[in-house]
């Protein structure tokens, strides 16, 4: 009978190995994630629409291949809700397992979709080495997305905060708030513009607007109620009425994205364009795109900035791959690569007062460049409004400019 306690002790090992297999968040160390993590692929499924984002991807795909052999395929999309309308289908037709998605990037209510469809990986960030790093006490973005606590649901990447691009050869004196900016196109007919809703870009400019004008912002942070929806958005309104015929085109046109507003900017057909990329000034003047006089600057009252986040599907096929692939990304030597002007320049999530003298100093040795702001002239930042206000005041505008 001597056989029998190796037998259950094989059989002990098999049922560890399967939880392990069934549940990847249960491991019990981080050791045992890398072991498990060795070999697979992860498929990585993130907006491809940036040269500069892409390398950085490429690079972060080598070091896991290179440290931790983790191969990592990008997935390019345009739209990332077409890949959690994916997943909920894949849960849908019972396929509980071998998702096609293993690792993906999100925020806002894609997040707060997949979180209430059940089909993010159960909490699992508190068990990455490099989490405690992460500014969680001052960056309360990294907690909560658009509102929504993130449960460790989702691995904070970068950060960023809308900003307003100005040709400094033709502006001196930049609008300090949604008011000025209206006073100044009304005296420079044609020279801003957004972008059309639902463009991320264009949105984000809204809710800026909506932030700074309601009488009660409050009710922004909680659940959009329909019968408070006309009072808590007259102000915005009336201010894009008054607003929309001295845009360019007069308001009959709208930019459709980010990168013709930038073209606009750089032919000085706009004097004024926006971005949520603190550091794109300085990376468009970098590679040419823009012309030198372009500097950068922030309204009075703070401005909307938020926290993009990774994330891993229930269903996940190399979950553990991915916990290796967004700690990595979370690193001190990750971050400072990404904060760089000259490679991306996405904003740190990580605390520098957490790091090491030798970690500070990648930080420190970057060159922000000269319409970069620093994290001082960044000024407040505005937190998101609740996820539900988006689609809300997204179909109101529609309806009230959409020709």
């Given at each position: 009978m001597a056989y029998l306690p190796m037998r259950l002790l094989s059989i002990v090992i098999v049922m560890l190995f399967l939880i392990v297999c069934q549940d990847p968040a249960k491991a019990r160390d981080w050791t045992e994630i890398l072991a498990a993590a060795r070999g697979q692929t992860v498929y990585f499924n993130g907006w491809g629409g940036s040269e500069v984002i892409n390398r950085y991807i490429s690079w972060a795909a080598e070091q896991a291949g290179q440290r931790y052999g983790v191969t990592v395929k990008h997935v390019k999309v345009a739209d990332i809700g077409d890949v959690v309308s994916r997943i909920l289908a894949e849960k849908s037709g019972g396929r509980t397992s071998g998702g096609s998605v293993d690792l993906m990037w999100i925020n806002g209510e894609n997040f707060h979709a997949m979180k209430n469809n059940g089909l993010l990986l159960p909490s699992y960030t508190q068990l990455f080495p490099n989490y405690p790093l992460v500014d969680t006490e001052n960056k309360v973005s990294t907690l909560f997305d658009f509102t929504v606590p993130v449960d460790n649901q989702e691995s904070p990447w970068g950060m960023a905060q809308l900003v307003f691009l100005y040709d400094s050869e033709i502006v001196t004196d930049p609008p300090a708030d949604m008011r000025e900016l209206l006073q100044f196109s009304q005296n420079n007919k044609g020279r801003?513009?957004?972008?059309?809703?639902?463009?991320?870009?264009?949105?984000t400019f809204i809710k800026q607007a909506l932030l700074e004008l309601t009488t009660d912002r409050e009710l922004l942070y909680t659940p959009v109620n329909s019968a408070r929806f006309e009072a808590v958005t007259a102000p915005l309104w009336e201010f894009l009425d008054s607003l929309h015929p001295h845009l360019w085109r007069s308001g009959k046109a709208h930019p459709k994205s980010a990168p013709e507003m930038k073209r606009l900017l750089a032919d000085r057909e706009i004097f004024i364009s926006l971005s949520f990329n603190p550091a794109e000034?300085?990376?468009a003047i970098a590679t040419g795109e823009l012309p030198p006089s372009i500097r950068t600057y922030v309204h009075d009252g703070g401005t909307i900035g938020n926290t993009h986040f990774l994330a891993i599907p229930f269903n996940s096929s190399a979950a553990e791959g991915a916990m290796v692939v967004a700690n990595f990304l979370l690193s001190p030597e990750a971050q400072a690569r990404k904060s760089d002007p000259a490679i991306w320049g996405d904003p740190t999530v990580l605390a520098?007062?957490?790091?090491?003298?030798e970690q500070r100093s990648l930080f420190e040795a970057i060159p922000l460049g000269a319409a970069t702001l620093n994290p001082e002239e960044l000024g407040a930042v505005l937190l998101e409004p609740h996820a539900s206000w988006v689609a809300a005041i997204e179909k109101e505008w529609q309806s009230r400019y959409s020709k």
């Amino acid at each position: 009978m001597a056989y029998l306690p190796m037998r259950l002790l094989s059989i002990v090992i098999v049922m560890l190995f399967l939880i392990v297999c069934q549940d990847p968040a249960k491991a019990r160390d981080w050791t045992e994630i890398l072991a498990a993590a060795r070999g697979q692929t992860v498929y990585f499924n993130g907006w491809g629409g940036s040269e500069v984002i892409n390398r950085y991807i490429s690079w972060a795909a080598e070091q896991a291949g290179q440290r931790y052999g983790v191969t990592v395929k990008h997935v390019k999309v345009a739209d990332i809700g077409d890949v959690v309308s994916r997943i909920l289908a894949e849960k849908s037709g019972g396929r509980t397992s071998g998702g096609s998605v293993d690792l993906m990037w999100i925020n806002g209510e894609n997040f707060h979709a997949m979180k209430n469809n059940g089909l993010l990986l159960p909490s699992y960030t508190q068990l990455f080495p490099n989490y405690p790093l992460v500014d969680t006490e001052n960056k309360v973005s990294t907690l909560f997305d658009f509102t929504v606590p993130v449960d460790n649901q989702e691995s904070p990447w970068g950060m960023a905060q809308l900003v307003f691009l100005y040709d400094s050869e033709i502006v001196t004196d930049p609008p300090a708030d949604m008011r000025e900016l209206l006073q100044f196109s009304q005296n420079n007919k044609g020279r801003f513009t957004y972008p059309a809703p639902p463009d991320f870009y264009g949105t984000t400019f809204i809710k800026q607007a909506l932030l700074e004008l309601t009488t009660d912002r409050e009710l922004l942070y909680t659940p959009v109620n329909s019968a408070r929806f006309e009072a808590v958005t007259a102000p915005l309104w009336e201010f894009l009425d008054s607003l929309h015929p001295h845009l360019w085109r007069s308001g009959k046109a709208h930019p459709k994205s980010a990168p013709e507003m930038k073209r606009l900017l750089a032919d000085r057909e706009i004097f004024i364009s926006l971005s949520f990329n603190p550091a794109e000034a300085s990376n468009a003047i970098a590679t040419g795109e823009l012309p030198p006089s372009i500097r950068t600057y922030v309204h009075d009252g703070g401005t909307i900035g938020n926290t993009h986040f990774l994330a891993i599907p229930f269903n996940s096929s190399a979950a553990e791959g991915a916990m290796v692939v967004a700690n990595f990304l979370l690193s001190p030597e990750a971050q400072a690569r990404k904060s760089d002007p000259a490679i991306w320049g996405d904003p740190t999530v990580l605390a520098l007062a957490k790091l090491s003298p030798e970690q500070r100093s990648l930080f420190e040795a970057i060159p922000l460049g000269a319409a970069t702001l620093n994290p001082e002239e960044l000024g407040a930042v505005l937190l998101e409004p609740h996820a539900s206000w988006v689609a809300a005041i997204e179909k109101e505008w529609q309806s009230r400019y959409s020709k």
